[in-house]
């Protein structure tokens, strides 16, 4: 048997897949399983994205354009002007996700050796596309003690050498929920001028900002144009994590060249989500203002909740729908997988993150989840509950 | 400026892309254009296709399995049987399109320097896949005096070194149209055994097989079944290019479980274009049997025309839906160029694929282009025409 590559076997998989098999036995035990694991919102989907495609008078479902549709594209410039982010159709290339985004960020931007630096805990699968691309992720942790703020710019600097090619946030922030503020992304620009390096930011939550704080953008960033790699996805914003519509957006030319080649590889993106995705921006704004005030909601009803669970603790994240929470166990791996394999109460129990995969610093994140409130607040408030009885049954246990 | 990787200065620009800004000018000095250059077929989708996503009662377009629909899969099995490709629902990994699976199986299957052999001309793509995993393609040149059938196996065990890892074949042939025999698919298998490589056969031809001679899948090939990975698209074979549906195919649970963590990585295939795609295998069989007998005339009808034409020569593909003919011109490149720079006949012009972008090897298929039938056949006819005209003119230029 041939075998297989060497990067194949060093593919992280990630926490939330090891864990996956025990969730699904849990409920072929009939347990009723609170996902507080992933990013896939209950919210539905605009009317305006069902209904093109429901409408759709097309006979043949060809190729679309390797960077996809202009009237998409053309489009999407009017978006994120109404967040000050000033590009044209030209600069914005559509991918399968916001992942592909991703992926064709790193093959075009870094070589085999070449190294990225990434605040963490990060998103787990910024490794996976690294090590796809054979690049290395150097870590710069962030504490939950400071809210997961951004580190001191002397730890980024700190790491930098001559394989040094890039830095990459997401912003808001996955899986903290954190924003970064104008001072701290203004650190970040000097950091990429001094050192000439990619920034790439990733920015899909952009909709899920809740503290009246600016959101600062890395295309705000005056003068470093050409170093920024915007990271977008329809995913969250719409409900639409299937359609697989995500866009790589970048003014500089050369990379711009370079990432069309990639994307002409693989033909085009998908076709019908790109219809789908075209049709959500004329989605009602009551769509966007009702999910923004569910989300606000499940937000203060989560972090209030956990909080008053005697040694558990969560800082207030101020974007995205996760926050990244500290429990009373020596082990959150072993406590999640217990919860899951050992642990019901009334016929429910809960699926967490462990934190763990969200960093690449080892024993970091050790006494932490991430929890994801994508379920709505009926489902959170006995989520809640059966976190604390799990938590006092399992620190009442004989081996603790 | 940050400077882009090495790879992205390596990965190919096809000769198709190349012309392709040529196509556009000439559409816009208001020329019909006959695009002999792109598998995008005239072709209607299945109705049962359409209507799958016309009468979507989805609320949420969610994430669907990394790995993709159990349902979808379950139902491709029966599909495959027909072709006696006995597979379970588990061995099965849908992808964003055939493109993708070529590209997990590379970054599953090689490193950085390994290299895999493989029959040329060959669909330009790999290359770039290739290039994008860091490996190295070496081509075996096949040749239109012998129509394009499979190299003397020697000439592949000169290739073999240390840092072979597989052979990539196209069966039905992508650009050739050639079907390979039985005795020549035992022939790979034996080298394939010997050396214990890996086998990646791109069959999504497979319906389009015109001679009554025998499809021999890698899958039927006994004793390597580890070896094989069968990459697989619903695009060609349903008209539905756009929706970007493949698959990864292999018995290997090894290989299977690495290829995941890719998919994984890249979270999900995307979820209507599955829909479509399971619906499509309950199209009428009076949809397969219409769209044959469309190709099998097409064929025929551009064959015999090619051949008619002073100086011509193209081989009788037994598959797919391209051939690559002999031009009598001394560089087909520049004679593709000038159709559409240069050239018209009553308001049309034609664009071709120069067959040179198909061989890795410098200088081969300098006379050839790749033509696909994609086309109804009053525009092949016309096509045709433009052809005939087009090379008289070249070929009595002064500067010939």
Same mark, same amino acid.
């Given at each position: 048997?041939?075998?297989?590559?060497?990067?194949?076997?060093?593919?992280?998989?990630?926490?939330?897949?090891?864990?996956?098999?025990?969730?699904?036995?849990?409920?072929?035990?009939?347990?009723?399983?609170?996902?507080?694991?992933?990013?896939?919102?209950?919210?539905?989907?605009?009317?305006?994205?069902?209904?093109?495609?429901?409408?759709?008078?097309?006979?043949?479902?060809?190729?679309?354009?390797?960077?996809?549709?202009?009237?998409?594209?053309?489009?999407?410039?009017?978006?994120?002007?109404?967040?000050?982010?000033?590009?044209?159709?030209?600069?914005?290339?559509?991918?399968?996700?916001?992942?592909?985004?991703?992926?064709?960020?790193?093959?075009?931007?870094?070589?085999?050796?070449?190294?990225?630096?990434?605040?963490?805990?990060?998103?787990?699968?910024?490794?996976?596309?690294?090590?796809?691309?054979?690049?290395?992720?150097?870590?710069?942790?962030?504490?939950?003690?400071?809210?997961?703020?951004?580190?001191?710019?002397?730890?980024?600097?700190?790491?930098?050498?001559?394989?040094?090619?890039?830095?990459?946030?997401?912003?808001?922030?996955?899986?903290?929920?954190?924003?970064?503020?104008?001072?701290?992304?203004?650190?970040?620009?000097?950091?990429?001028?001094?050192?000439?390096?990619?920034?790439?930011?990733?920015?899909?939550?952009?909709?899920?900002?809740?503290?009246?704080?600016?959101?600062?953008?890395?295309?705000?960033?005056?003068?470093?144009?050409?170093?920024?790699?915007?990271?977008?996805?329809?995913?969250?914003?719409?409900?639409?994590?299937?359609?697989?519509? =995500? +866009?790589?957006? &970048?003014?500089?030319?050369?990379?711009?060249?370079?990432?069309? /080649? !990639? $994307?002409?590889?693989? @033909? #085009?993106?998908?076709?019908?989500?790109?219809?789908?995705?075209?049709?959500?921006?004329?989605?009602?704004?009551?769509?966007?203002?009702?999910?923004?005030?569910?989300?606000?909601?499940?937000?203060?009803?989560?972090?209030?909740?956990?909080?008053?669970?005697?040694?558990?603790?969560?800082?207030?994240?101020? =974007? +995205?729908?996760? &926050?990244?929470?500290?429990?009373?166990?020596?082990?959150?791996? /072993? !406590? $999640?997988?217990?919860? @899951? #394999?050992?642990?019901?109460?009334?016929?429910?129990?809960?699926?967490?993150?462990?934190?763990?995969?969200?960093?690449?610093?080892?024993?970091?994140?050790?006494?932490?989840?991430?929890?994801?409130?994508?379920?709505?607040?009926?489902?959170?408030?006995?989520?809640?509950?059966?976190?604390?009885?799990?938590?006092?049954?399992?620190?009442?246990?004989?081996?603790?």
């Amino acid at each position: 048997m041939p075998v297989i590559s060497e990067r194949g076997i060093e593919m992280p998989n990630s926490p939330i897949r090891k864990l996956a098999p025990l969730s699904d036995s849990a409920k072929a035990r009939g347990l009723k399983v609170y996902h507080l694991n992933i990013g896939q919102p209950d919210i539905a989907t605009p009317e305006a994205g069902l209904d093109a495609i429901r409408n759709l008078d097309r006979k043949i479902l060809e190729y679309s354009p390797s960077d996809g549709y202009r009237s998409y594209r053309e489009k999407l410039v009017g978006y994120y002007a109404k967040y000050n982010i000033n590009v044209s159709a030209d600069d914005i290339i559509i991918t399968t996700g916001g992942s592909e985004a991703v992926l064709f960020a790193f093959l075009a931007c870094l070589d085999p050796g070449d190294e990225i630096i990434v605040p963490e805990p990060a998103y787990a699968n910024y490794m996976a596309f690294a090590v796809s691309a054979g690049a290395v992720i150097r870590g710069v942790s962030s504490t939950i003690e400071e809210g997961f703020s951004l580190p001191s710019i002397d730890k980024f600097e700190e790491l930098i050498n001559e394989r040094t090619k890039g830095i990459m946030i997401c912003n808001p922030n996955n899986p903290t929920g954190y924003l970064y503020t104008r001072a701290e992304m203004n650190q970040i620009k000097s950091l990429v001028q001094k050192h000439d390096l990619f920034l790439f930011s990733d920015e899909v939550y952009r909709e899920f900002i809740y503290t009246g704080s600016p959101y600062i953008s890395a295309c705000h960033l005056v003068g470093i144009e050409d170093n920024v790699v915007l990271i977008d996805s329809v995913s969250k914003r719409y409900s639409e994590c299937g359609i697989r519509i =995500g +866009a790589l957006i &970048t003014k500089n030319k050369e990379l711009r060249n370079t990432v069309m /080649k !990639f $994307c002409q590889a693989r @033909l #085009s993106p998908p076709l019908i989500g790109q219809i789908i995705a075209e049709a959500s921006l004329d989605a009602d704004p009551d769509y966007f203002r009702d999910t923004y005030d569910e989300y606000v909601e499940r937000r203060k009803f989560l972090i209030d909740g956990l909080n008053r669970i005697p040694g558990v603790y969560s800082p207030i994240p101020m =974007g +995205a729908f996760y &926050t990244v929470a500290r429990l009373p166990v020596d082990d959150a791996d /072993k !406590f $999640c997988a217990w919860c @899951l #394999s050992d642990f019901e109460y009334d016929g429910q129990t809960i699926f967490m993150a462990p934190a763990s995969g969200f960093y690449t610093t080892a024993g970091l994140g050790k006494d932490e989840v991430r929890i994801a409130y994508v379920l709505n607040k009926e489902d959170l408030g006995n989520a809640l509950i059966v976190l604390e009885k799990a938590l006092e049954t399992y620190n009442s246990l004989p081996r603790k």
